[in-house]
């Protein structure tokens, strides 16, 4: 198994392309041009190609100059792709690549296809909901190379990055990357697969995946190492990756336990030693128990700081809370509780992450986790460093209702990237600390 992060740091964010920062959308463009060329710019054997595939789920493409050019390109090469797109967010951008796609063929046969998903009152693909948008953010392919020029098979990506200007090069953003792991990408496969189909999932994903466990996995799994077959307890995990995806909807409240940041956060043992950061877009009333328990983690001896979205436009302010940080007032009213002051900070990031550096309980959510260097968390906790991420901004929305994915990983190389992430906001043009 192969890990690797990518991320976008514009020098002066939501200003020109001059300003923007491609670094992860080209690479997402380089994964997809894996699928039909080699490293060395060779075009790769037609029957490589023809076997090939590319999923894709995405919310926005306004503005954008990247990743769809190579998704044409590898179906003209005979690459079969597939792309989800947000009805709620569809733009000149997105219908080009619609009619692009829908046209694409190798020696006759179409290789492209573009689906905008509808359910009634639903804008989303498996939610139901009234409301509810498809706001997913996955990448699926099965055979390209990584990052040094290697051979990969059944990558999988996730992150916050849209397709286009203003969330995929003119903010901060994150994306995780995972190779060679067959579990995972089996499992993350079907999941892109139901939401394709628009299967009728009821309104919890993760009660839908316990009832049909023999969906997502493969028999053969335990032979290769896996801790389990297929997902039993509703949750995608990899032992061998370290890496555990949450997806939305999920019929989560404050305390059934389903809400993947407060079960992290719940996991937490506080003392002197804990490092908690959080770099969010949005912070909005209805997770106001996530601010009750960073008070509680705060006063048992947590550092915590967050930077939030500073909001220039005064129509998305009447959205956000009606403040130019979008932190609503009663989740700052809750953090100004604390005995220790919680910090926060503006800038302009598009991420959804949460950085844990402290001792933490076994994952009640997925008790199939293991440390990661192998084996069970002891009663008392281990010392871990722990990143989760995806496309689930801090709303209520975002959790119970839309289509999401929340990644957390315990990698310790993954964790020292986006760490280096956050201390490049703290150091970008926008950043100021916010004193409520």
Not at 59 to 80: P, T, Y
């Given at each position: ?9 514009p ?20 994964l ?22 590319v999923?894709?789920?995405?919310s ?57 998903c ?62 060679n ?26 009660q ?8 997502y996995?493969?028999?053969g ?9 297929w ?5 995608f995990?990899s032992?061998?990756?370290n ?15 389903k809400d ?6 719940n ?32 006063d048992?001896g ?14 998305n ?8 940080i ?19 900070a ?13 001792v933490?309980?076994?994952?009640r ?14 009663s ?39 760490l ?17």
């Amino acid at each position: 198994m192969t890990l690797e992060s990518n991320f976008s740091r514009p020098y002066k964010s939501i200003s020109s392309s001059a300003n923007s920062d491609f670094s992860l959308l080209n690479d997402l463009e380089r994964l997809i041009r894996g699928t039909y060329r080699k490293p060395s710019g060779a075009t790769r054997p037609e029957a490589e190609r023809l076997g090939n595939y590319v999923l894709l789920s995405v919310s926005r493409m306004e503005n954008s100059h990247r990743v769809g050019r190579e998704l044409v390109r590898a179906a003209k090469a005979g690459v079969q792709v597939r792309v989800i797109h947000g009805k709620a967010s569809q733009s000149h951008e997105s219908r080009a690549l619609a009619s692009a796609l829908q046209s694409a063929t190798y020696k006759g046969r179409h290789t492209g296809k573009f689906k905008i998903c509808q359910k009634g009152r639903s804008l989303a693909c498996l939610s139901s909901a009234k409301g509810a948008i498809m706001h997913s953010k996955i990448l699926l392919i099965n055979d390209t190379f990584t990052r040094e020029g290697t051979s990969a098979k059944r990558v999988f990506w996730s992150g916050s990055a849209n397709l286009g200007g203003p969330s995929g090069e003119k903010t901060y953003n994150n994306g995780l990357t995972v190779y060679n792991d067959r579990k995972l990408f089996t499992q993350t496969r079907r999941m892109w697969n139901d939401m394709w189909e628009e299967r009728s999932i009821g309104s919890s994903y993760l009660q839908y995946i316990k009832d049909h466990p023999g969906r997502y996995g493969y028999s053969g799994a335990s032979a290769d190492g896996y801790t389990s077959q297929w997902a039993y307890n509703g949750m995608f995990y990899s032992n061998l990756a370290n890496v555990t995806i949450y997806a939305t909807p999920i019929y989560a409240t404050p305390t059934n336990g389903k809400d993947p940041v407060l079960n992290l956060l719940n996991r937490v043992v506080p003392d002197d030693q804990c490092r908690i950061r959080l770099q969010q877009n949005r912070f909005k009333y209805r997770r106001i128990a996530v601010a009750e328990k960073l008070v509680e983690l705060a006063d048992g001896g947590c550092k915590i700081s967050g930077v939030y979205f500073e909001d220039d436009l005064r129509v998305n302010r009447i959205a956000h809370c009606q403040q130019y940080i979008r932190i609503c007032r009663p989740i700052l009213d809750v953090l100004k509780t604390s005995s220790r002051r919680i910090e926060a900070a503006w800038a302009k990031p598009h991420d959804k992450t949460i950085l844990v550096d402290a001792v933490l309980k076994a994952n009640r959510l997925n008790p199939e986790e293991q440390l990661p260097g192998g084996g069970s968390w002891p009663s008392d906790g281990s010392r871990t460093k722990l990143v989760q991420a995806g496309s689930a901004a801090l709303t209520g929305s975002n959790l119970v209702v839309s289509d999401e994915v929340t990644t957390e990983t315990t990698d310790a190389g993954v964790y020292d990237d986006y760490l280096e992430h956050w201390k490049a906001i703290l150091k970008s043009r926008e950043i100021h600390n916010f004193p409520y």
